[in-house]
């Protein structure tokens, strides 16, 4: 077993240190949602006197919880493309061939795609409290934040790598992000749930993304409330599943295939 967690951490430093290397793998996971969290929060000032929405100390407030859950995609998006580049320079076949535990190349992927999850949730609770955020649940209320995010971008990256595995394209993955983007605003992400309308209301009901970003929230707007936190895990799990079953389904694929 220590050999195993030696071998998912030198992967994963490995995977944090490209990501580090080259900032198109980074830069889109802090830049765009910080450009986005720009414009909607300047866009849409007002949306808080909307009659049935969640009471806020500002628009900020309610709009970081939902930039956090998107830059997590985005770094599921970056794990799958980095894990796709891999396998076209061929450097995942050195690793089938080498003598460690075949789930440990998946594992040590998501580490570093948790690891980038949590600095990216550090940044933007900077971001905000030097833009005036309130964090309601206090202390507790940031922990949950920075559970939260590396959970979920650990979610995000093990749907990135099953994509990556089975196309073994980083452009196939790169593709997938305008649908990824289209499903997140489906979501309770920037909008409440009880003011979408029809469809996108019901799809919001059955949207992970609603429920993760649901349990952010509920320590930045209010007390921390254990309904919304157990929630937005199940979000996470769920997700987490179905992308580790993927990720295994897809790698033994591969290897059958040669």
């Not at 789930?103 to 609770?125: D, M």
């Amino acid at each position: 077993m220590t050999d195993y967690l030696r071998v998912v951490a030198a992967l994963g430093r490995r995977s944090v240190k490209q990501a580090f290397r080259r900032p198109q793998f980074l830069a889109p996971i802090l830049l765009f949602p910080t450009l986005f969290l720009i414009l909607n929060t300047g866009g849409a000032g007002s949306a808080e006197d909307i009659p049935g929405f969640p009471e806020v100390n500002g628009i900020l407030d309610f709009e970081l919880p939902g930039t956090l859950i998107q830059c997590t995609m985005l770094a599921g998006v970056s794990a799958g493309i980095s894990l796709a580049l891999d396998v076209e320079v061929g450097f995942l076949d050195r690793l089938v061939t080498a003598p460690i535990h075949r789930s440990a190349i998946v594992l040590g992927r998501l580490a570093a795609t948790a690891v980038l999850g949590l600095l990216a949730g550090v940044y933007f609770l900077v971001v905000g409290f030097l833009s005036g955020m309130t964090v309601e649940g206090g202390p507790l209320g940031v922990l949950v934040i920075l559970v939260m995010v590396p959970l979920s971008a650990l979610a995000f990256g093990a749907i990135g790598s099953a994509l990556a595995l089975r196309s073994g394209r980083a452009s196939v993955v790169q593709g997938i992000f305008p649908i990824v983007f289209v499903i997140l605003f489906l979501s309770s992400a920037f909008f409440p749930r009880d003011l979408l309308t029809e469809p996108a209301a019901t799809i919001a009901d059955f949207n992970p993304m609603s429920y993760m970003t649901e349990g952010i929230r509920d320590g930045v707007i209010s007390d921390v409330s254990l309904e919304p936190v157990l929630k937005g895990l199940a979000g996470v799990a769920l997700l987490a599943a179905i992308g580790i079953a993927l990720c295994s389904y897809a790698l033994r694929a591969r290897l059958r295939a040669g």
